[in-house]
């Protein structure tokens, strides 16, 4: 490599340079919602303890009468009434006339790119809320919380035997076990009998990154039969199939990490007391503005029977 000769100007020497930032701004976030965007729609809210029904047909069994008898007259029976509460979510910033002026690579001091975000996040916790959240009632001083998904999955639950299954829906306590194949067909088989599944019915299930890992483990590959490219490794199972229905399970970011759950998505429904939206606050200065985003809604669960629950699994 030679010298550079004597008074020679580079690009080290030069004072007008522009600055080179792409536009392109490259945003990484651990927000997925497949729970909250592909359960149904309720209809419109009235009140904020929104309620719902349920009901079960009784076991089938045998059935028979004497021609021309007197028939006696069975039972009648009412649904059971149901209740969450609905959930204000929030979000807001702060943008002044200025920032939202100067040009920025990206357009990331404008009121569209900071609404974007937040929007995102804010979706993040809808997903949150409506898999994880404890029901609360509220009052004046406590904000109220609907009852989500995992916490209404009481009659099909698979937890340790030391552990707790407490009034809120919640699993506390309880030593760790590794997930297997004999502990999804045992939840598939409730689920079955409490009047769920069945052949040819295709359930979801939502789990966390090392539980997917552990379910990927199913799969044997003396008995798969895909066709796979020639460069292609085969290392995950993409669906189970059971006698008592089949589970399509997806690897959740939101999941905890020791729960595995399995769902009929049609039995699940977001109710609606007032949209997303967005508004514009006062300010005190001309040159300030103040945005704020809300949601308020709740999860509807037409019948938990139809799901099941296994916590307690180990982590490592």
């Not at 409490?194 to 295709?202: D, E, L, M, S």
Request: proline content about 3%; charged content about 25%; glycine content about 8%.
């Amino acid at each position: 490599m030679g010298d550079v000769p004597n008074n020679t100007m580079t690009a080290f020497d030069l004072t007008g340079k522009r600055e080179d930032l792409s536009d392109e701004i490259s945003i990484i976030t651990p927000i997925d919602s497949p729970f909250y965007h592909d359960i149904g729609v309720a209809d419109q809210c009235t009140a904020v303890k929104h309620e719902f029904m349920t009901d079960v047909i009784r076991q089938p069994g045998a059935n028979k009468a004497k021609y021309g008898s007197d028939p006696t007259i069975g039972t009648s029976q009412q649904p059971t009434k149901l209740y969450n509460i609905i959930q204000l979510q929030e979000e807001s910033f702060s943008i002044d006339d200025t920032s939202n002026a100067v040009k920025t690579a990206g357009n990331s001091g404008s009121y569209e790119y900071q609404q974007a975000l937040k929007i995102k996040a804010l979706v993040g916790d809808f997903e949150y809320a409506f898999l994880r959240e404890v029901r609360v009632d509220g009052s004046a001083s406590t904000a109220p919380s609907m009852r989500g998904l995992l916490n209404w999955q009481t009659t099909n639950l698979d937890k340790a035997d030391d552990a707790t299954l407490n009034a809120d829906g919640t699993v506390t306590g309880g030593t760790p076990r590794d997930l297997s194949k004999e502990m999804v067909k045992g939840v598939l088989q409730d689920i079955f009998t409490a009047g769920g599944g069945g052949q040819g019915k295709v359930l979801t299930a939502y789990c966390g990154a090392i539980q997917k890992t552990k379910f990927d483990k199913f799969y044997d590959r003396d008995f798969d039969r895909r066709e796979v490219a020639k460069d292609a490794a085969v290392d995950k199972v993409d669906l189970y199939i059971t006698s008592f229905g089949t589970v399509k399970a997806q690897v959740h970011r939101t999941m905890p990490a020791d729960v595995f759950t399995i769902l009929d998505l049609a039995f699940w429904k977001k109710a609606t007391l007032v949209p997303v939206g967005s508004a514009e606050l006062a300010t005190t200065s001309r040159s300030n503005k103040k945005y704020h985003m809300t949601a308020q809604h709740t999860l509807e669960a037409k019948n938990e029977a139809t799901s099941g629950r296994l916590t307690d699994l180990s982590i490592v």
